[in-house]
């Protein structure tokens, strides 16, 4: 059986795939949360991540706060580009 895509969750969290992760891993492991946190700490991540997305497009006017499923790649790549340019 195919696994039906909820898009409107995608759409409100970037970070959807992460927590899915998340209980996949608690699920195989019988819930002993110790056993997964890799999978936490990468959510939190992305949440953190996104949040800063979030924050600054909102400082700057830029709408939707959230960028748009399709669009989250890119924007991605370019935080990325900018973080990789003020560390050198």
């Known amino acids: 059986m195919t696994k039906l895509k909820n898009t409107e969750a995608e ?3 970037p970070c959807l795939k992460e927590q899915e992760m998340s ?18 700490d990468n959510y939190n ?15 700057k006017g830029l709408y ?4 748009e499923v399709e669009d989250r790649p890119k924007i991605k790549e370019e935080y990325f580009q900018y973080v990789k ?3 050198s």
């Open 64 to 67: 939707p706060y959230m960028p």
């Open 85 to 87: 340019t003020q560390l």
């Open 11 to 13: 759409r409100l969290n």
């Open 45 to 59: 991540t992305c949440k953190k991540f996104w949040g800063k997305v979030y924050k600054d497009r909102k400082a």
């Open 23 to 40: 209980y996949q891993c608690l699920n195989k492991n019988g819930y002993d949360q110790s056993k997964c946190e890799e999978y936490f």
